[in-house]
Structure formats: C-alpha cells, structure tokens
C-alpha cells in the first residue's frame, strides 16, 4: 500500500486535492489597479473583498459586527461600499477628473 492510500484510509488526516479551494473560506484573487479604477461609483460586498482580498465568510462576518474596514452601506439585504471609499482604503489614486463642457463660441449671428 502505498503512503498516499495509508493516509486516505487514516481518520485523522484529510487528503487535499489540488482543486480542492477549501470551500467558501479562500479569498478570491485580488483585482488590479486598473480593474479597481473601472468600478462603478458603488460596489457590493463581494467586490469589495476581493478588492481588499478578503473570503466571502470573514467578508459578512465582519460587516454584520460592524467591523469592515471601510464603511458599508445597507441597502435593503445587501452591503454597498463606495469606490471612492475603496480607492482611498488601498492608497490608489483616482486620477479621473471631470471634465467641464467647454463654452459654446458665441457668434455674431447666434445674438440676433
């Protein structure tokens, strides 16, 4: 027998596959910088801990004991976080700047 099929048939050792992921627990992989930036204006609270890389469990754990690390908002059942919030919480700047509509040209014929 071989040790992989010893350690199978022990009641005490638990035998990890590799796609075993260890259920609701692991953090999905975080985003990237650009992937943060093109976010809506407000996120849900699966978003948000993958932004942060935190798993699903310690994401609502910590949101229903009011211990998140950036502020939610309830709305109805779910959690909503601003991305602004976010950007500020992972140190990324927001470089979009709103551009104001230029001025028409005023002409000579359009004040007639």
């Known amino acids: ?11 005490n050792i638990r ?4 796609d075993d992921t ?5 953090a ?17 609270l ?3 801990a993958r932004a942060l890389g935190i798993s699903k469990t310690v994401a609502y754990h ?8 950036v502020p939610l908002y309830r709305v109805g059942a779910r959690y909503r976080c601003l991305r602004s919030t976010l950007l500020v919480h ?3 700047a927001d470089n979009t700047v709103a551009i104001e509509p230029s001025p ?3 002409e000579a014929s359009a004040l007639r």
């Open 62 to 69: 910590l949101a229903r004991t009011g211990q998140y690390p």
């Open 28 to 44: 999905p992989a975080p985003f990237t910088v650009q992937e943060v930036l093109a976010l809506p204006v407000t996120v849900d």
């Open 104 to 106: 028409l040209p005023r």
């Open 15 to 18: 035998v990890v596959q590799e």
């Open 46 to 48: 699966m978003t948000t």
């Open 22 to 26: 260890g259920g609701a627990n692991v």
């Open 90 to 92: 992972l140190g990324i």
């Open 1 to 11: 027998m071989s040790a992989a099929a010893a350690n199978r048939n022990s009641p």
